[in-house]
């Protein structure tokens, strides 16, 4: 029995222009086990990239490329999303899966839809739907999906270092010591 080969598109952002940084905050991956209801997570046995790569752009591909065509599937990677002529529209008529960021949405409106009679499935690799037309991936049944809790960490990590920044004064300190100042007690202001 063959199994269905699919194909899947991948909307990322761009390479970073000054290139990869020479190391990064992390060099593991968070072990977790469970979602705040308790839920299981799931838990890999194998990857096939160095945790804590960058792996939201073009060449890091979600880490998925080897995994994806291990199975015969076919992976199509692009940032170039807008338009027409756009590697997105060109590729998703054939497609059965499309994935796309948050901040660089892949906008999965009624018309792609309607040029995609193959596609069953839009993913986001984050947060959020509203980049799909979800009445049309109702209406075509396709499946819209998330990674609910998948910016936990990184969005309390965030409130700590705002909460930190305000309380401690830090940005108007910090501008006026850039512009020459050197009593940041001058820059308070109520």
């Known amino acids: 029995m063959s199994k269905e080969k699919l194909k899947i598109v991948c909307v990322l952002y761009d390479d970073p222009i000054d290139?990869?940084?020479p190391k990064y905050a992390r060099p593991d991956i968070p072990e977790l086990s469970n979602y705040p209801d308790g839920q299981t997570m799931p838990s890999p046995n194998a990857i096939d990239f160095h945790p804590g790569d960058?792996?939201?752009?073009?060449?890091?591909?979600?880490?998925l490329r080897k995994f994806v065509e291990d199975r015969g599937h076919t992976f199509v990677v692009t940032s170039d999303k807008d338009g027409p002529d756009s590697v997105l529209e060109k590729e998703?008529?054939?497609?059965?899966?499309?994935?796309s960021q948050p901040f660089w949405?892949?906008?999965?409106?009624?018309?792609l839809i309607a040029k995609s009679p193959k596609l069953r499935m839009a993913i986001t690799a984050g947060?959020?739907?509203?980049?799909?037309?979800?009445q049309a991936a109702i209406d075509n049944d396709i499946t819209v999906t998330e990674v609910t809790y998948c910016n936990s960490i990184s969005?309390?990590?965030?409130?700590?270092?705002?909460?930190?920044?305000?309380?401690?004064?830090?940005?108007p300190s910090y501008n006026w010591v850039i512009k020459g100042g050197w009593n940041i007690a001058d820059c308070v202001s109520r």
């Open 19 to 21: 290139g990869y940084p």
């Open 54 to 63: 960058l792996l939201g752009c073009v060449s890091g591909e979600l880490g």
């Open 92 to 99: 998703l008529v054939d497609a059965d899966v499309v994935i």
């Open 105 to 111: 949405p892949a906008y999965i409106t009624a018309e």
């Open 127 to 134: 947060i959020g739907s509203d980049h799909v037309d979800l």
């Open 155 to 171: 969005v309390s990590e965030h409130v700590v270092m705002m909460i930190l920044s305000l309380v401690r004064n830090y940005i």
